[in-house]
């Protein structure tokens, strides 16, 4: 698939590098002179300088020819005028990273109708919507459904007092119809073997069909329910996040360094706190007593201020602590400050880019900062993995299977079992091992 992407920022850098090593023939349009430099060297891909907005820039680009447009610059502006130019010349899809509400509305198809986006993302509203999800499943520190949901992975961080440290996995009693598939052990990700010893701070990947809170029980040490939630940053993700834990009945408090966002959050939240100050202060954190709420969240646009709020609130006592980044540089520092969990603009937007491309074979993805995917794959007719027992099959090293689903039954293979055209499968696979998956799955 011929795809040209605008944008050479996060989103759009780590989505050229995640589509071109899947085989696409990706072409990167950015303005900042640097920032082309600085990419073409890391890229298996043509990068142009130029506004990808300028039908000049796109035809330079080859845009009559593409198959996909990518739009993911910092500018709605730009990338609704990039996905209007391609639908001119004939551009299949077009996806479209938008930031501004007024642009996108999940209950109006103006943006998909009008303005030829087939694919809208909004990566506050994701963020806001992630976060909400893991706080309402005490324990885990990510979350993702398949299947329609008849499948869970959790991402649950080993505590000290969590009943599996120290065990080798073939000792570790987990509820019926679970699996842990994956662990990430100092940013590095790896398929655990019945003799892995579970450490503190690992954090291990679920797969299981039971009720989540079932499996992250098993392995947590702290699984109590979240009530209170602090949230520095009164921004676009800050404020969704504040009216959607409002909703589900969480007592909510907000701080914010701008005063007038300030006086706006307080005007559109019902019960939630609003506090005008900056939460950078120890003792300001602990008189507002953070040591006391079961989540603090931090979602300012300072990757930093971010990173370091979080690691005040867990040294103060903050049950789960949570931060947003985006850049990408700054995710392995987040374990290392006890950070429980980041939440990526760019990693969110790179997964919903790919669900949205791989359509087909490849039913859903979910995204690790280690690089590693958690895949759902539907078995076609005549690929080289159906019929066989699994244990016969070369599958890589790096990857394994978690669930298969058959006629919307659950099943947790074994060496012995079979695939069979038609089933649904969830793999775990580290980076490096993906592309050998997906070919195991080509028919």
């Known amino acids: 698939m011929r795809t040209v992407i605008l944008g050479a920022g996060e989103v759009g850098f780590n989505t050229a590098r995640m589509l071109s090593r899947e085989g696409h023939q990706v072409i990167l349009v950015e303005q900042d002179e640097s920032l082309v430099e600085q990419v073409s060297e890391q890229l298996d891909a043509l990068v142009i300088q130029g506004n990808g907005a300028s039908p000049r820039v796109l035809s330079e680009a080859g845009i009559d020819d593409a198959d996909l447009l990518v739009a993911a610059t910092n500018s709605d502006e730009a990338n609704i005028i990039g996905c209007l130019l391609a639908k001119t010349q004939g551009v299949r899809l077009t996806v479209a990273r938008l930031h501004n509400p007024d642009y996108y509305d999940p209950e109006e198809p103006f943006a998909q109708e009008t303005l030829g986006i087939d694919f809208v993302i909004h990566t506050e509203q994701m963020a806001a919507k992630t976060i909400r999800t893991v706080l309402l499943v005490p324990g885990a520190v990510n979350l993702d459904t398949f299947a329609g949901e008849r499948v869970a992975a959790a991402e649950v961080i080993l505590e000290k007092g969590s009943p599996v440290v120290g065990r080798a996995l073939r000792d570790v009693r987990l509820p019926a119809e679970t699996l842990i598939v994956g662990i990430v052990r100092e940013g590095e990700a ?254």
């Open 190 to 443: 790896l398929v655990p073997r019945g003799d892995t010893v579970l450490e503190e701070r690992d954090h291990i990947l679920l797969v299981t069909a039971r009720p989540v809170s079932e499996a992250v029980r098993a392995v947590g040490a702290d699984t109590a329910p979240v009530r209170e939630v602090v949230i520095y940053g009164g921004g676009r993700i800050g404020l969704r996040l504040a009216l959607a834990l409002e909703e589900a009945g969480m007592d909510v408090k907000v701080i914010e360094r701008d005063e007038r966002r300030a006086r706006y959050v307080a005007s559109q939240l019902r019960k939630g706190f609003v506090l005008h100050a900056d939460a950078l202060s120890e003792d300001f954190l602990l008189q507002e007593r953070v040591d006391q709420a079961d989540a603090f969240v931090a979602v300012t646009r300072d990757d930093r201020a971010n990173l370091l709020a979080a690691m005040y609130a867990r040294r103060l006592g903050a049950r789960r602590t949570i931060a947003g980044i985006s850049q990408g540089e700054f995710a392995p520092l987040a374990d290392a400050l006890g950070v429980d969990l980041t939440i990526s603009p760019r990693l969110l937007a790179a997964e919903a880019i790919l669900r949205f491309v791989r359509r087909g074979e490849v039913v859903n993805v979910a995204l690790l900062e280690s690089g590693a995917q958690m895949i759902e794959l539907r078995v076609p007719q005549g690929c080289r993995i159906s019929g066989r027992p699994l244990a016969e099959v070369d599958f890589p090293e790096g990857a394994i299977i978690g669930a298969v689903i058959r006629n919307g039954e659950v099943l947790i293979p074994t060496g012995r079992d079979a695939l069979e055209p038609g089933d649904d499968v969830i793999v775990f696979a580290v980076e490096r091992a993906v592309e050998r998956v997906e070919r195991l799955f080509a028919p």
